[in-house]
Nanobody, 115 residues
């Protein structure tokens, strides 16, 4: 059973930065794709960004130029660097991984952007 564990969430002021981490219980090179989704209260879960096995990335329009996804295969961890945070970025952020035949989700980490 593959597990993903997020960390790095918290409270930050508007304009601030946070870096989320997603640690996998096995080699992330086995993931076809990894990514981050988020869900704000009363709203559906939405895609934030993805990265393929070979490093191709995709971003939601709302975060382009502010968020950066990356991964380090050596430590089996994916990251989400979030800069210029806005109150509307407040949500629970979920790490996601696609392996052949299955989707894997982390438990989520809360990000709150507020003054």
């Amino acid at each position: 059973q593959v597990q993903l564990v997020e960390s790095g969430g918290g409270l930050v002021q508007p304009g601030g930065s946070l870096k989320l981490s997603c640690a996998a219980s096995r080699s992330i090179f086995s993931f076809v794709r990894m990514g981050w989704y988020r869900q704000a209260p009363g709203k559906p879960r939405e895609l934030v960004t993805t990265i393929t096995r070979y490093g191709s990335t995709n971003y939601a329009d709302s975060v382009k130029g502010r968020f950066t996804i990356s991964k380090d295969n050596a430590v089996n961890t994916a990251y989400l660097q979030m800069n210029s945070l806005k109150p509307e970025d407040t949500a629970v952020y979920y790490c996601y991984g696609r392996i052949p035949g299955d989707d894997v989700w982390g438990q989520g980490t809360q990000v709150t952007v507020s003054s």
